[in-house]
């Protein structure tokens, strides 16, 4: 009996002594002590968001490397010296920004479409749908294409106004340069959407983010030679570089360069074929594995 006493004892002084220590650790944990804890915590929590999903990183990571190509190489091509350093230089940018728009405005319209059913909880709905997969892409594409016209029209007529730049002036030319970038935005907006299916809403930010890394790569301001080198052979790698390279082609009154376009709608197939094998299977994917629940 003794030595169970003994046992009770020992056993409330253990019990006596971690009160106290909680006590104490309760008294410490006040304060800035205490929200110190609670945003380590949500500090650590977002971390290891951030290690499982690296997509996250775009726009920390790549945003000032796309800067410093983009403006740098601009910068380099303005300061050459030559004729077309600084003469062009403005028609250049001019007639880029507003080519640019085909590709954005192409990409955006699919991509966003896209995006809508995730934002009003209709994807569930929609795979449900005898709607194709293709039938539903196209109609979006359709409806972007009278987007498109509307964002062209405003880009060319503030041109003229502001800057009395003519870009219809340029020519038949600029038929199938538009063409190949239009196919070229829908392309990527199928990649866009392949990735959104696969990786859910975290990576949406490449649907605004991932044409400003090929911007400063498709030299739509500034030839590829003032690109750094060693980035020259994936810049050329592009359709988009050789829809601009024929672009400033018109711009220098040089006339239509069908080489430059016949390799931009090669590569513009290349993409639009990878682009479509891609969103098709991440589509497969999507299903197989029950991702719709993010959507739900």
Do not use: C
Not at 272 to 290: D, E, N, P, Q
Request: net charge positive; no cysteine.
């Amino acid at each position: 009996m003794n030595e169970m006493a003994d046992i009770n004892g020992a056993a409330g002084a253990v019990d006596g002594i971690r009160a106290r220590a909680a006590a104490r650790d309760d008294a410490l944990l006040r304060g800035w002590r205490l929200s110190w804890l609670r945003m380590r915590a949500i500090a650590t929590r977002h971390a290891y968001v951030l290690l499982r999903s690296p997509h996250r990183l775009f726009d920390v990571v790549l945003w000032p490397v796309v800067d410093v190509l983009l403006f740098g190489s601009l910068a380099t091509f303005v300061a050459s010296g030559h004729t077309s350093g600084s003469s062009q230089a403005a028609a250049y940018l001019i007639a880029g920004i507003v080519l640019w728009h085909v590709v954005y405005q192409s990409q955006i319209a699919v991509s966003t479409g896209v995006l809508e059913e995730s934002w009003s909880r209709n994807m569930l709905n929609l795979m449900v749908s005898p709607i194709s997969a293709f039938e539903y892409v196209a109609g979006v594409a359709l409806f972007g294409l009278l987007k498109m016209a509307g964002a062209l029209g405003l880009v060319t007529v503030g041109a003229a106004i502001f800057f009395s730049f003519d870009v219809p002036s340029l020519g038949w030319g600029l038929v199938p340069i538009f063409a190949i970038l239009l196919f070229v935005g829908w392309a990527i907006a199928l990649f866009v959407v392949g990735v959104v299916f696969r990786y859910g809403a975290g990576a949406e930010a490449l649907a605004w983010g991932v044409l400003f890394v090929v911007m400063p790569l498709s030299g739509i301001f500034y030839p590829v030679t003032a690109l750094p080198g060693f980035l020259q052979p994936l810049a050329l790698s592009l359709p988009t570089t050789h829809a601009f390279i024929a672009l400033r082609a018109l711009v220098d009154g040089k006339g239509i360069e069908w080489n430059q376009l016949a390799l931009a709608a090669v590569l513009t197939v290349v993409l639009l074929a990878l682009s479509l094998w891609y969103v098709t299977t991440m589509i497969a994917v999507f299903r197989k594995r029950g991702y719709i629940t993010r959507y739900s």
